[in-house]
């Protein structure tokens, strides 16, 4: 699963770097992530990506594991955060 997220405000002209990407593992947080905390102060893009391992999933005796539902549901919440505007504009 892969997504974009627009950076934090200010100016993005001053950033060192173009774009970033985070690879979230473990840890699916967005508040106190040092990784995405870092590649958003640094670039004006950030690509943000999870990959589900194939190799730990296809030894999984139960397909329906509730580890890996916990996970899924985590990374879909986390990539809907991510996406959704965070205030609506002002008119």
């Known amino acids: ?3 974009r997220i627009v950076t934090l405000p200010g100016d993005r002209q001053n ?3 173009d774009s970033a990407l985070v690879w979230f593992r473990r840890d699916l947080r967005l508040s ?3 990784a995405l905390h870092h590649a958003l102060a ?3 893009r950030v690509h943000c990506v ?3 391992d194939r190799d730990i999933l296809d030894f999984l005796s139960d397909r329906a594991d509730r ?3 916990f996970i899924w549901k ?3 919440e986390l990539a809907n955060t ?3 505007p965070v205030s609506a504009p002002s008119r």
Do not use: L, Q, Y
């Open 1 to 3: 699963m892969v997504w």
């Open 15 to 17: 950033r060192p770097m």
């Open 32 to 34: 106190d992530n040092a």
């Open 42 to 44: 640094a670039a004006r």
């Open 50 to 52: 999870f990959v589900f």
């Open 67 to 69: 580890r890996v539902e």
């Open 74 to 76: 985590s990374v879909a």
């Open 82 to 84: 991510m996406i959704s």
